[in-house]
């Protein structure tokens, strides 16, 4: 069975840096674009970053640019996204997801698979 698992999350305070990681099971992990979505209470489900196959550029919302870095190990089927200065608005539950197409991923957020997320909160 295909499966996202999501990890990282946790409680930190302003300013603060914290390293999500997806781990995918069950597909060829190097021949889909990986992205992080995130949805905090009473909001609808943003884009945060993505990254293609290797060799391509990243993608990243207005709102992390310079602050997320999102990267990937295709030995270790992961991808990792490091938030630096986070800031409160940062707070959500935060979602990986997988699409061999990145174009549907990052502009319709249409994942062919999706991870049940992980909780970061900043104060």
């Known amino acids: 069975d295909v499966q996202l698992v999501e990890s990282g999350g946790e409680s930190v305070q302003a300013g603060g840096s914290l390293r999500l990681s997806c781990v995918a099971f069950?597909?060829?992990?190097?021949?889909?674009?990986m992205g992080w979505y995130r949805q905090a209470p009473g909001k609808e489900r943003e884009r945060v970053a993505a990254i293609p196959t290797i060799g391509r550029p990243t993608y990243y919302a207005a709102s992390v640019a310079g602050r997320f870095i999102i990267s990937q190990d295709n030995a270790k089927n992961t991808v990792y996204l490091q938030m630096n200065s986070l800031k409160a608005e940062d707070t959500a539950m935060y979602y990986c997801?997988?699409?061999?197409?990145?174009?549907?991923?990052?502009?319709?957020?249409?994942?062919?698979?999706w991870g049940q997320g992980t909780q970061v909160t900043v104060s």
């Open positions: 069950g597909y060829t992990f190097s021949r889909y674009c």
């Open positions: 997801a997988a699409a061999v197409d990145c174009t549907q991923l990052w502009y319709t957020e249409r994942g062919d698979y």
